[in-house]
Structures are given as C-alpha cells and as structure tokens.
C-alpha cells in the first residue's frame, strides 16, 4: 500500500482535490465485495500443474495462451464480455491454457516443458494466440514447434524490450532490485511484490482508473470495473526463476528482440516462423509500448487498435477492435490480411 500511494500521489503531483477522488476510489473498490468466480472449463489435457481448458465442444482448435502475471480470466470476463465466447461463436474451440499453482521453473521450462508439449499433444497444427507475456511465450513455441503451429496472433506482446524507454527499463532495475531479496526468503515472487513494477510503467493510468471510478454511478460498468480490478490484483505468485528472467533476460538483456534468447539449445529467431503471424499493438498502451511489438523490428502483419493494454480484449469496444478481426483473420487463408 505504501508503495501505491506513492505512486498515485507522484501521478497527482500537487492536485490535492485530484488525489481526494483517487483515494475515495480506492477506498470504494476495497468496500465493493469480491466478484463470484467464472465457471471452470474441462480439462482436456495436463501437464505437472498447467492444463488445457476447452470453452467449446467443437470447432476448430485455438490455444489461447495468457500471462504468468495474472489470472486467465481476462479473456472470458464476464458472460457478453468474453472474447472466448466469441471466438467459440465464430467457430472455434478455444483451448485456454491454465498455468496453475506456481511450479519452480523459469521461462524457457514453461515452454519446453509444458507449452509445447501441450500443443503437440493435440495431435494436429493449431493456432496459437498468446497475450502480454502468453505472447512472447507462444511465439518461443511457435518458433520450436515449426510446422505444428498453423497462425500466431500476438496481443499486446512485447518482444523488443528495449522499446521501452530508458526510465521504464531503469524503474523495472530499481522494482528488482529491491524486491529481490525479499522474493528470495520468500523462495517466490508474489504478486503484491511484482505489481509496483508495472504501477511504475503507468502510475497516471492507476490514477485515472480510481478518479474514474469515484465518480462511476452503481451499475453493470462499475461491476465490470471491480471484476477486472479483482483480475489486475490478484495472480499466483511467480517462481523465482520466472521473476529473475522477466527482470533480467527480458527487460534488462531484451534477449528476445536482439535474437540471443536461447531455449532447449537453439536461438529464438522470430524472422525464421513460417506461419502467419498477426501483430495486435494497442496503440494507448504504455505496459507494452508499440515500440516493444516484434513488427516494429521483425515479422508480421501488425493490427493497430485504439486502446489500452486491457481495454483491447474487454469492454464496449474490443468486439470491433479485436475480436471479429482476430477470428477473421485466424479463420483465413493462407496470405490473407485483416
């Protein structure tokens, strides 16, 4: 907490009325009771503690794999704000990845040992769409696994860590610096440990939300806005493994956007997939800024959306802006745009 209202308060500056709203937000929001959970898919498949979840009978085939960050249920919100249920309406079978309760491996293990062979295991090409850190991990598998992955979508995927500019990779040095000695008597990285890394990224964003919300009447938009605060806040810790690659060979080595991650003994060469790949940049987004996107410097076909890191995928909006474009384009043929 200490952390967060310095955060709130530097977005403020000296805006005394402006930091009152902030704070009756935060106040309401932590007075609103917690929102009822999603109903649980079938499992289909498992691996150690990451699983497959199916949220159709039928269909063509789609993995869709989230963040290590924070929970799944991003992308199947709340029933008419799921972009699950919409690609299972534009007929596919969304096979939502389910991370689990935290194992102690790294990035490179979460690939080789439980994504890939998840995919493998369904027995055909498939496509893959991963978003936020679910992209930079499917597009590690999609460059491994060749031929078995049929399209990439990447949303709000950072690939080029260096897009980000010099404060934001400098305040993700300071966030590691001194939550790592903590994270390792805790022999993990909670998620209350990892979140000031990213207020860092957009504290007038974390701002806004909560003034926004203090003026917010009751109703379907401020359930919708607690639903996903409840999602933004809450997550199975990272191991630290995982915490020491996001900090280290991701933001401070940008390994994947200079072509020296290395996994299972082989480079991660992104210009080397030979499947489609769709680029979704959320142009407003500052958790991953436009110039981190691998088509800034690399393949693809970048989509160009007008919103932020998580307004792309829910509310009134991303329908147009995501989701029918994204089904369009996974149900194409092969060269066909959006």
Same mark, same amino acid.
């Given at each position: 907490?200490?952390?967060?209202?310095?955060?709130?308060?530097?977005?403020? @500056? /000296?805006?005394? %009325?402006?930091? $009152?709203?902030? !704070?009756? *937000?935060?106040?309401?929001?932590?007075? +609103?009771? #917690? &929102?009822?959970?999603?109903?649980?898919?079938?499992?289909?498949?498992?691996?150690?503690?990451?699983?497959?979840?199916?949220?159709?009978?039928?269909?063509?085939?789609?993995?869709?794999?989230?963040?290590?960050?924070?929970?799944?249920?991003?992308?199947?919100?709340?029933?008419?704000?799921?972009?699950?249920?919409?690609?299972?309406?534009?007929?596919?079978?969304?096979?939502?990845?389910?991370?689990?309760?935290?194992?102690?491996?790294?990035?490179?293990?979460?690939?080789?040992?439980?994504?890939?062979?998840?995919?493998?295991?369904?027995?055909?090409?498939?496509?893959?769409?991963?978003?936020?850190? @679910? /992209?930079?991990? %499917?597009?590690? $598998?999609?460059? !491994?696994? *060749?031929?078995?992955?049929?399209?990439? +979508?990447? #949303? &709000?995927?950072?690939?080029?860590?260096?897009?980000?500019?010099?404060?934001?990779?400098?305040?993700?040095?300071?966030?590691?610096?001194?939550?790592?000695?903590?994270?390792?008597?805790?022999?993990?990285?909670?998620?209350?440990?990892?979140?000031?890394?990213?207020?860092?990224?957009?504290?007038?964003?974390?701002?806004?939300?909560?003034?926004?919300?203090?003026?917010?009447?009751?109703?379907?938009?401020?359930?919708?806005?607690?639903?996903?605060?409840?999602?933004?806040?809450?997550?199975?810790?990272?191991?630290?493994?995982?915490?020491?690659?996001?900090?280290?060979?991701?933001?401070?080595?940008?390994?994947?956007?200079?072509?020296?991650?290395?996994?299972?003994?082989?480079?991660?060469?992104?210009?080397?997939?030979?499947?489609?790949?769709?680029?979704?940049?959320?142009?407003?987004?500052?958790?991953?800024?436009?110039?981190?996107?691998?088509?800034?410097?690399?393949?693809?076909?970048?989509?160009?959306?007008?919103?932020?890191?998580?307004?792309?995928?829910?509310?009134?909006?991303?329908?147009?802006?995501?989701?029918?474009?994204?089904?369009?384009?996974?149900?194409?043929?092969?060269?066909?745009?959006?």
């Amino acid at each position: 907490m200490p952390v967060f209202l310095a955060t709130v308060a530097q977005a403020c @500056g /000296g805006d005394r %009325a402006r930091l $009152a709203r902030v !704070l009756a *937000g935060l106040k309401r929001y932590q007075a +609103a009771p #917690l &929102a009822g959970p999603r109903p649980i898919h079938p499992e289909i498949a498992r691996i150690g503690n990451v699983s497959l979840r199916a949220h159709a009978d039928r269909g063509q085939p789609l993995v869709i794999v989230p963040s290590l960050i924070n929970p799944a249920f991003v992308v199947d919100l709340t029933p008419g704000n799921s972009l699950l249920e919409s690609l299972a309406a534009a007929g596919f079978r969304p096979l939502l990845v389910d991370w689990g309760e935290t194992e102690p491996h790294g990035l490179a293990s979460a690939v080789t040992d439980r994504l890939m062979p998840l995919i493998a295991g369904l027995g055909e090409p498939v496509a893959l769409a991963g978003y936020c850190l @679910g /992209g930079t991990l %499917a597009l590690a $598998a999609a460059a !491994l696994l *060749g031929p078995r992955v049929s399209r990439l +979508a990447l #949303l &709000a995927t950072p690939w080029h860590f260096s897009g980000y500019d010099g404060a934001a990779r400098a305040g993700m040095s300071d966030w590691w610096q001194g939550a790592a000695p903590l994270a390792d008597s805790l022999r993990a990285m909670p998620i209350d440990l990892l979140q000031p890394a990213f207020w860092a990224l957009d504290g007038d964003a974390v701002a806004a939300k909560y003034e926004s919300f203090a003026a917010l009447p009751d109703g379907p938009a401020a359930n919708a806005f607690i639903r996903l605060e409840d999602w933004s806040n809450t997550g199975q810790p990272l191991s630290l493994a995982t915490a020491h690659d996001l900090a280290e060979t991701l933001f401070r080595d940008d390994q994947p956007g200079r072509g020296t991650w290395t996994i299972a003994g082989q480079r991660i060469d992104a210009a080397a997939i030979t499947c489609p790949i769709l680029d979704v940049i959320a142009v407003r987004d500052r958790i991953v800024p436009a110039a981190a996107a691998l088509t800034t410097n690399g393949p693809g076909t970048a989509l160009r959306v007008d919103a932020g890191h998580v307004g792309m995928v829910v509310g009134r909006r991303a329908p147009a802006m995501l989701w029918h474009p994204l089904a369009q384009w996974l149900g194409a043929g092969p060269g066909s745009g959006v």
